[in-house]
Nanobody, 127 residues
Framework: QVQLAESGGDSVQSGGSLRLSCAIS????????MGWFRQAPGKEREGVAA????????YYTDSVKGRFTISQDNAKNTLYLQMNSLKPEDTATYYC????????????????????WGQGTLVTVSS
C-alpha cells in the first residue's frame, strides 16, 4: 500500500524558511507527478507546486513563485518543498500528493483522482 508521510512543518516568523519533506513508501514504480497542496482553516484547498518525474518540469501557483521550490530525490523516494520568505498567508496544513499517469499545471487544480495523499504537516507563520 502506497504511503506518503509529510514532515518539516513548524512555527516560524514572517520572512523565515522551512523545508517540507514527503517520504514515499509502498510503491516500487515512479509517479508521473508529485505535488504539494495546502489548506488553511476556513479556506479551500489550494495546489501549491508540482513536479513531473519524466521531464523535471515544475509548476507553481502564482502566490509562491520565486519563494518556494519543489524538488525530488528519487534515490531517497522523497519529495521536498523549500519555502523561503514565508508570509502569514502561507499558514496552512501542507499535504503531498501523487498521480501515476498525468502531470502538468492542471494537476494543481485537481480536487480528486490522486493515487496517493499524505496526512499533512502544519506550517504556521506569524507576523
Amino acid at each position: 500500500q502506497v504511503q506518503l508521510a509529510e514532515s518539516g512543518g513548524d512555527s516560524v516568523q514572517s520572512g523565515g524558511s522551512l523545508r517540507l519533506s514527503c517520504a514515499i513508501s509502498g510503491y516500487t514504480g515512479r509517479f508521473a507527478c508529485m505535488g504539494w497542496f495546502r489548506q488553511a482553516p476556513g479556506k479551500e484547498r489550494e495546489g501549491v507546486a508540482a513536479i513531473s518525474n519524466s521531464s523535471g518540469n515544475t509548476y507553481y501557483t502564482d502566490s509562491v513563485k520565486g519563494r518556494f521550490t519543489i524538488s525530488q530525490d528519487n534515490a531517497k523516494n522523497t519529495l521536498y518543498l523549500q519555502m523561503n520568505s514565508l508570509k502569514p498567508e502561507d499558514t496552512a496544513t501542507y499535504y503531498c500528493a501523487a498521480a501515476k499517469f498525468f502531470c502538468g499545471s492542471g494537476f494543481l487544480r485537481w480536487n480528486t483522482g490522486f493515487d496517493a495523499w499524505g496526512q499533512g504537516t502544519l506550517v504556521t507563520v506569524s507576523s
